[in-house]
């Protein structure tokens, strides 16, 4: 018997819409955007499309790759010298695995240390019986994650606030980076690891930033830094690091690239204007009103969730608010009643990606989108099935249908591994 790939299973259909004059959106879907730029062919800043049938996931990738391509030429025009075979190997062993695992790409790691290479090899050889860093730092950041742990107000201790600090950063200060890589490799609590991980990713930025060989131009490194950071934020919004679903750490790289724009004069009016495109793509997937306060939407569905899904707990909790689906849900629904028929319209755009793209997610996102589904249909039963019983039975089909999806396709998986 041939195979049949769970997502094309169920067929979805449309929650009906009465048929009405045109609304100003549908009059002019995306007017209310900036206006494209008559030079098509300019890369570094294309216009951000939220007009219905976009794919908000291929946007994401567009913007990351073209900020690969970009810092990716610079670091070429710039011609770094190869690194000496014991730092090179330092850093396959116990410093670019760590980066990688919280967002970085390997290639833009090497280049972080390339630009500084002379300073960076303070950190001496990777042998144990040499410490080359403060003797006292690990005890201090032990005392910084009790701190965490009992929400203590006063933990801003030197060594926590050090990476931040850009203008008090020194040059021997980049021999503390692998006791901070280390404590993220250890880490098991969710609030400490997301610190730590802040912290790595403002150390390197601003280290390497601050001991660039000054052989280079300023502007040109600004610029590498820039379009780095970029692409990182647009693969971790894309797609969060393994493990790391609940961490925000793509905001980590916005946060940065906020900072360098205040630091260097050499960024020009495309890089300003892109974080504006940023900040609009990540409210995009992390929306900061829920739906009952926006006007004037662009889309017709919610299907961008799929993205944001992939967040773990902080994206469901982001789409749940969206849908003013949250702790106050119970109180709302008594007094408001059902939904709108334009809300369940979007809601139905995100079940059908959710149908669609169910079985190219990972294990974990999976996860999070059947956790995300019950507790969508556990606030959906606190609604009066005969306030609207037409909209009642739309959802009670949708989460019957995708629960069929998620049983046909745990069947297809055991079936292929029984079958290897």
Not at 175 to 197: G, M, Q, S, V
Not at 235 to 256: H, I, Q, T, Y
Not at 344 to 352: P, S
Request: proline share 5%; hydrophobic share 40%; with cysteine.
């Amino acid at each position: 018997m041939t195979s049949i790939s769970p997502h094309k299973l169920i067929r979805f259909e449309k929650y009906p819409l009465k048929k009405g004059p045109a609304s100003s959106r549908q009059a002019n879907p995306v007017g209310h955007h900036p206006r494209q730029s008559k030079k098509l062919s300019d890369p570094l800043y294309p216009v951000a499309d939220h007009s219905a049938g976009i794919n908000f996931e291929g946007q994401l990738r567009a913007f990351e790759n073209i900020a690969r391509h970009e810092y990716l030429k610079i670091s070429k025009s710039l011609s770094f010298p190869k690194l000496p075979p014991w730092f090179r190997q330092r850093l396959e062993q116990s410093i670019l695995p760590t980066l990688n695992r919280i967002g970085f790409d390997e290639s833009f790691g090497r280049i972080l240390f390339a630009m500084a290479a002379s300073s960076w090899q303070l950190l001496g050889p990777a042998n144990e019986k040499i410490r080359v860093f403060h003797p006292g730092i690990d005890q201090e950041i032990e005392e910084i994650r009790r701190g965490l742990l009992m929400q203590a107000n006063e933990i801003a201790t030197p060594w926590i606030v050090l990476p931040r600090a850009f203008s008090f950063l020194k040059e021997q200060d980049g021999r503390y980076l692998p006791a901070y890589l280390k404590t993220i490799d250890r880490e098991t609590n969710e609030h400490c690891l997301k610190l730590f991980i802040r912290i790595a990713v403002e150390f390197v930025g601003n280290y390497a930033l601050k001991f660039a060989d000054n052989r280079y131009p300023s502007n040109q490194l600004a610029k590498l830094l820039y379009y780095g950071f970029s692409a990182m934020l647009w693969k971790n919004l894309r797609r969060p690091p393994e493990g790391m679903e609940d961490c925000a750490v793509f905001d980590n790289f916005l946060s940065w690239i906020n900072m360098l724009t205040r630091k260097s004069d050499f960024l020009g009016r495309e890089e300003m204007k892109s974080i504006d495109q940023m900040i609009e793509m990540k409210t995009t997937a992390f929306p900061t009103r829920n739906f009952a306060h926006l006007k004037n939407r662009s889309r017709e569905d919610a299907s961008h969730f799929v993205v944001t899904l992939r967040h773990g707990y902080l994206g469901i909790a982001a789409v749940l608010k969206y849908f003013g689906m949250d702790q106050f849900s119970e109180t709302r629904l008594a007094r408001d009643g059902f939904p709108g028929r334009s809300m369940l319209n979007e809601l139905h755009g995100l079940l059908q990606a959710i149908q669609t793209s169910y079985h190219s997610e990972s294990i974990r996102t999976q996860e999070y989108i059947k956790h995300f589904l019950c507790r969508l249909r556990s606030i959906c039963d606190l609604m009066p099935s005969d306030c609207h019983p037409t909209a009642h039975k739309f959802l009670k089909r949708r989460f019957n249908n995708l629960q069929i999806l998620f049983t046909n396709y745990s069947a297809l998986k055991n079936n292929d591994i029984r079958s290897r």
